[in-house]
């Protein structure tokens, strides 16, 4: 009863803000590595623009919470199927619309075509990808969209993970396998910020570096330790960074 009482009390003084600023803790910066979207069962289309640099890719820019809010997490303890709550804002509403115009980013679009293409076969248009991210979680950053695309970049630019690996003798290749704590040292070291790391499987069930989430202010501008772990899917101790 109690607890009921001042989870009212949280929930009104959380919707009283909410009008004017999104809330949320923190944002996952997350990059995709290129081969290991593409050699999974699943496939991949390169996008109009053509083949895309054996580089990470931007996949996107998402508020987070730190604590998950609303679901029972103290009764999935004890059952299996309790509700997860809600664990990041999405689609948000917006006075300004919640649609992406391309005029906004006019000036970013070469260099978004370059770090945040589509890997999607459904469309080869990288705008179409850029535009669902922005509605899904673009609308909750309290960022106008410019400001959105740009940072994203800059955070991208500042912290080069392609570089950093290699720096770290970790390169793509079909046949070499890395440690996961030499790949989240290298880039912890690096970028002064612990990341996540997730996995997954080739064509052959063996295990890869898929994404990395590095975690941000909420300003979206610096990099943080992550405050949470992820499910990594990262089973054993070793990973592939494929070719691209
Ligand atoms: C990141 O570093 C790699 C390897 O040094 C380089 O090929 C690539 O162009 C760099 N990416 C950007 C966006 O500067």
Redesign the pocket.
């Known amino acids: 009863m109690k607890l009921a009482v001042a989870c009212g009390l949280v929930l009104s003084s959380l919707l009283a803000v909410s009008s004017t600023a999104e809330q949320f803790d923190f944002f996952y910066f997350v990059q995709q590595w290129p081969g290991s979207f593409c050699d999974t069962w699943r496939g991949c289309c390169f996008p109009d623009t053509g083949k895309p640099?054996a580089?990470f890719g931007i996949h996107g820019l998402w508020p987070n919470y730190a604590q998950c809010h609303g679901g029972d997490d103290d009764a999935s303890f004890f059952s299996i199927v309790g509700r997860r709550g809600k664990c990041w804002p999405e689609y948000c509403e917006r006075e300004d619309g919640n649609a992406l115009s391309p005029w906004e980013i006019r000036d970013l679009v070469a260099s978004l075509g370059r770090?945040w293409p589509t890997l999607s076969c459904r469309s080869g248009d990288s705008f179409e990808f850029w535009s669902y991210e922005w509605k899904k979680h673009g609308t909750c950053s309290n960022l106008r969209p410019h400001d959105y695309f740009a940072r994203a970049l800059a955070l991208k630019?500042a912290h080069?993970l392609?570089?950093i690996l290699?720096a770290a003798g970790i390169v793509p290749s079909d046949t070499e396998t890395y440690s996961l704590s030499s790949v989240s040292d290298a880039i912890a070291a690096a970028t002064g910020a612990t990341a996540n790391l997730q996995c997954n499987r080739d064509k052959d069930g063996q295990t890869q570096l898929y994404q990395v989430f590095q975690c941000v202010d909420r300003e979206a501008k610096k990099l943080i330790d992550c405050p949470l772990h992820m499910r990594s899917r990262c089973s054993g101790d070793r990973v592939k960074l494929p070719l691209f």
Do not use: E, I, L
């Open positions: 640099a580089d770090n630019a080069n392609t570089a290699a």
